[in-house]
Structures are given as C-alpha cells and as structure tokens.
C-alpha cells in the first residue's frame, strides 16, 4: 500500500500562481486529468488568467522531458509531480456527481487516499475545500510562498512617551525604542503623549538610527492632512526619493485622494513630473465595461467616476479660496496676500514662487489637465509593454490585481517616475484573492525596509460616520 504526503491541486491554484507546483518542497504534488482539462479553457485568454495557464503548460512541456508524468518526476526542490489518471481500478464510491467537473478532481484526491497516501486538497474555492471535508480530505487554502502569513504591515507605530520629550528635537525615549524594536526604513513611529494621546508627534524613520521628525508640507493650497496617518502619507507622497509608495486603508480614509492632491501638486506646482497618469483594473459592481456605451475613453470616463468625484472636491476647495481670494482683492484695491511684498521674496526658490502664483489662478478641470496632456486615465489591460519616464503614476483598487500583476506595472516605471499603489485589502472583487495574497498587501510587505518604498495603512475615515459603519459591520 502505498503511503507519503500528496498535495492535490485544484485548477484555480495554477492560474493564480503558474509556478505553484515548486512551492513545496520535498513533497509529492498531483494534477488531476481534469484539472489540464479546464486549463486548456484559458490558454486563449488574454487576461492574466490566460497569462499564467500558458506558463502552466509550458513548464509541464519542459517536466515531461524528464520522464513520464503519469509516473511522476523529479523537481529542483527534492519534491516529484505527477499527472493523475483515471483508471478501471479508481472505483471509489463518494456522495458526488461526477458529472461536475470539480467533483472529479476531488474524486481523484479521494482515490489517492484510498490507495494510502496521506493526501492533502490545495484550493482556493471554499466551496471545494467544503466538499473535500466532508468526504474526508484534509482541504487548505493556497497561500504564495511571497505573501505575508501574519498580520498586514502598517507602515507605522504608535509608542508613548512623557509629554516633555514631545517637545524635544529627538525624544530621549525615541532614541531607546529605536534599540528595542526593528523600525523598517520609512516607517513612521507616532509618539504619543501617556496621559494626552492628542499630544503627539510624528517621525519617520531614516535608517541607521537615524529619524526625520514630520511636518504638514507647505502647499499654498486649503487642503491638509486631517489625522496623523494622512500626514505620514502626506510625507512619503511628497517625498521624491521615494518612488513606490504603497496606501491602504478602508473606504473614506483618503488613499485616492490624498494621492491625487500629491499628483497634481508635483505635476503642476513643483513641476517635478510632466505628467500624472491614473490607471485602476476593471472589476465591475454592475454592467462590465464592454456593455457600457461609447468609444473607449468615454468608456473609461465611467469607469474613472471616483476619480473625477476627488478631482471635483479638489478643485472646487482650490478655487473656492482662489475665488474668495480674488474678493478680498477686488474689495480693497490692493494685492491679495499671495501678492503682497512680491520684492522681499526674490531670493526665494522659483519654485516656491511658482507655487504662490499658481494659487492666484484657477484649478483646471480634469478633462482641461487631459487636454493639456498633464494627466492621462489609462486602462491597465494597455500597460503590458510600456516604458512610463518622468511620470507620477496612480494605481487605483489594486487589491483587486494579483502580485505578478502589479509586478508587471511596478516594471514599467522608467527614470524619474513615481508609483502610487492604493485599495482597500478588505473589499476585493476577484475570485480567489484575499486579503493576504492580492498584489497590494504582498507589494507593500514585500518592499518594505527600502529607501526608495514606503507603506501607510490609513485607519480613520474621513468619508462620515455612515461609510464608517459600512466598512466595519457590513
């Protein structure tokens, strides 16, 4: 009778991750017949469904060469592979219609476990795992070996200390958490007073103990960081040499928003980037894209809806003062105080310069900044390939995008630009993606304890206590 543990893997497990088959090592891994079967049902596909089921079939074209795959062969990390066939002797009896063709998987596994291996059913269909309870196969969930099995990585702490060292340029106690704890690059330590948490201060850390205290950034516009984790983003967004910043956080906590402001700030006041670039997958709540009406880019007008709903609310507070501004000036005859004493400030930067003026204008709307090519709403389906310099680029929702997804995009970045990841790991849309394995999670956790990366988890939302609630209860 034969015996050893046998990881059986459902279809789903390939297509999220084509290289799944190496993740265990020293083991015996098995492919059902039927499991190549629904494969051959992607292959033409022109997702990343279809992307990872030809890498699937490549990689067993290559394992054949090493012998017969109804037998099994050997693998790199001391394990074997092996195809499962159906045969005269796997008359085994189970509760379940072989007419379906996931029942037939599990059938599989299930004469595996007869013949006396010790079998275990790889998936990340829930109702398949629940099956393969109930016939009595041990039945998990696949998890990358590249995402994080613990808890999400915040990007910041919060330590308390006595409210005089509050006050000091580098805390005394800061100094003695810096050798208590393993800070990442990047990563924000929030010190709060012990009897006033609404005394605090805010730091980030530089690297070899070092630490940078934070401050509001001085925009010229009404807008500004409404709590200490608005401010941390606030501080990576605006940071240049931090090319890949990574935000989450549920609805309402101002990822998109904040990561607009920063954009239009850079691309149009600071001038550091020619342009923003905005892109966010296509995971429809209702009708798909294809079934709405128009060209392409009145298409993706739709599609980008919250986008224009945070360049309104931005635009509309930016020339609300801009407005309120030209009033005072108009009323009283004199320049308004962005105008005011202009020849004490000529030994300023021009960039700060720059910046006062712009404020005395209007904000352009989205679509004028698309005319003038200082912003562009792009479908990620077209980024495969690109070469993106110079730009300040947003991926909105990206917990809705696999690792190797977002990988694929992160590579398109050319000198000079700068990435933008944000979603909520907590409202995912896609089929066999959680909160530990999307591409926004494994990203920021990943890349963490870089200079050139930061990560904020957002935690308060901004939205009104009724989104508030949502998010939490429902």
Request: aromatic content about 8%.
């Amino acid at each position: 009778m034969a015996s050893g543990k046998k990881f059986i893997l459902d279809t789903n497990v390939l297509l999220d991750d084509p290289h799944s088959v190496f993740s265990f090592d020293n083991s015996s891994v098995a492919i059902p017949m039927d499991v190549l079967e629904e494969l051959d049902r992607f292959k033409a596909d022109s997702s990343e469904r279809g992307y990872n089921c030809r890498e699937v079939i490549r990689q067993l074209d290559v394992l054949r060469s090493r012998g017969s795959l109804a037998d099994g062969v050997p693998l790199e990390n001391g394990g074997t592979l092996q195809i499962l066939l159906k045969d005269s002797s796997d008359i085994c009896d189970i509760p379940l219609s072989l007419k379906i063709a996931d029942n037939r998987i599990l059938y599989a596994a299930y004469c595996e476990k007869q013949k006396g291996f010790d079998v275990q059913f790889i998936s990340q269909d829930i109702n398949a795992r629940v099956k393969a309870d109930v016939i009595g196969i041990p039945a998990f969930d696949y998890i990358r070996s590249n995402a994080p099995k613990k808890e999400l990585y915040k990007g910041w702490i919060t330590l308390q200390v006595p409210a005089v060292q509050l006050k000091q340029e580098q805390p005394e106690d800061l100094l003695k958490y810096s050798k208590e704890y393993s800070f990442s690059i990047n990563e924000f330590i929030l010190l709060e007073s012990k009897n006033n948490p609404f005394n605090n201060a805010l730091f980030r850390y530089m690297g070899n103990g070092k630490f940078k205290a934070v401050h509001p950034p001085d925009l010229g516009w009404p807008l500004k960081a409404r709590n200490p984790q608005q401010l941390m983003a606030m501080d990576l967004l605006f940071d240049n040499s931090v090319q890949l910043v990574s935000l989450l956080g549920p609805a309402g906590t101002g990822k998109t928003f904040l990561a607009l402001l920063a954009g239009l700030h850079k691309v149009l006041m600071e001038h550091d980037y020619e342009k923003m670039l905005i892109t966010r997958p296509v995971i429809p709540l209702g009708p798909d894209i294809g079934y709405l009406p128009g060209d392409v880019q009145e298409k993706l007008h739709n599609w980008m809806q919250p986008i224009y709903d945070n360049m309104d609310f931005i635009t509309h507070s930016i020339n609300t003062a801009h407005d309120a501004s030209q009033e005072i000036h108009e009323r009283h005859g004199r320049p308004d105080k962005y105008e005011h004493d202009r020849d004490s400030r000529d030994h300023r930067e021009s960039r700060y310069r720059k910046k006062r003026q712009f404020h005395k204008k209007a904000m352009p709307s989205l679509d004028d900044l698309i005319k003038d090519k200082k912003l562009s709403l792009e479908a990620i389906t077209y980024m495969r390939g690109r070469s993106i310099p110079y730009q300040y680029v947003l991926i909105d929702e990206v917990q809705n995008l696999t690792p190797h997804e977002v990988k694929t995009l992160i590579s398109r970045m050319g000198e000079g630009s700068k990435v933008i990841l944000a979603g909520d790991p907590d409202q995912i849309d896609v089929p066999f993606l959680n909160r530990y394995n999307n591409g926004l999670v494994v990203a920021g956790a990943k890349l963490k304890n870089f200079a050139l990366t930061g990560t904020v988890f957002l935690e308060s939302s901004e939205r009104g206590e009724l989104s508030r609630l949502a998010g939490e209860l429902l």
